[in-house]
Each structure stands twice: as C-alpha cells, then as structure tokens.
C-alpha cells in the first residue's frame, strides 16, 4: 500500500469509497457537493489516497488546516481494508504533511448511539490515535448523532 496526494484522476475511487458508506455518512455519491469538496480538497494537495497493490483505492482522506486548528473533513477506508492500518497510515501522513503544533486536530464522528459508531470502530481508531471526545455536533445529513473528537498536538 502507497499513501500519496490524491490527483484528478483519484476522484472515481473517492466515490467508490462514498458508495460503500452512504449508510452511515448520507448521500455522497450522486451529490454534487461532495464531488466538488473532493475536487477541492485534491486541487489544494489536501486529499490523500491509499493505494492498494492492484490499483484501487484502500482509503480516502480529506483535510484542511486553519492552524492552529486542523480538521480531518472525512476519512474513509474501503470495507476489506479495514482494520488492516490504512485508517492510521492516511492519519499518519496527514499529521507530518499538515500539522504544525501547538495546535488541535478535529474530526467529527459518530456520536455514541449512531449504528456507524460501532459498525465502522471509528470511535475507537480515533481514541486509538489519542483523540478525546468533545461536545456534540450537528446531526449528520442521514439524521444520525455526530460528536467531535479533538486530538491536542505540541
């Protein structure tokens, strides 16, 4: 597996990914919007890809610094790479091509209660990487609980 900058031609796989979650995270994949957030996010080199050995996407990740703060805007990681390091390897790459402390790293995810939370570990690969649960946020577009989790960098 290779994490790299995404490019142009990396936008196919980022709805590939979007399709195998529309059922935690809402529609993505016919949404304009986030067809133009991952344009975005590649045309300011704050999108990485894991690529697997055979070419496709293992995961998708989407960034963006306001330092001091940074925000993980969405981290995605194909349903048979799970568990398998990806999640860490993009987060990793994210932390030493972005972040520059002191500062704080957000990422918003399930809340408690939301079925993603448990099915996809995300509460859990976040605590894993020392985040910490923070207050509430806005429910996400398919009606369920979102929390933030803030991860304090020296």
């Given amino acids: 597996m290779i994490v790299r900058l995404a ?3 990396d936008l196919a796989g980022f709805i590939a990914l979007a399709a195998q979650v529309e059922d935690w995270f809402g529609r993505m994949v016919e949404e304009p919007g986030f067809h133009r957030a991952v344009e975005e996010h590649i045309g300011r080199s704050q999108a990485l890809v894991a690529e697997a050995p055979d070419g496709h996407l293992a995961g998708g990740l989407l960034f963006g610094a306001e330092p001091p703060t940074y925000h ?3 981290l995605v990681v194909s349903e048979n790479a799970r568990g398998t390091g990806v999640g860490r390897s993009l987060m990793a790459d994210a932390f030493r091509r972005y972040v ?3 500062g704080t790293v957000e990422v918003i995810t399930f809340g ?3 079925l993603g939370a ?3 570990g995300a509460r859990v ?3 894993r990487l020392g985040f910490t649960p923070a207050e509430a946020a806005e429910h996400g577009p398919e ?3 979102r929390q933030v989790y803030r991860r304090t960098v020296a």
């Fill in 7 to 9: 490019g142009e031609h």
């Fill in 125 to 127: 690969f976040y605590e």
């Fill in 100 to 102: 520059r402390g002191p």
């Fill in 112 to 114: 408690a209660d939301h």
């Fill in 118 to 120: 448990v099915d996809s």
């Fill in 72 to 74: 993980v805007h969405w």
């Fill in 143 to 145: 009606g369920g609980s």
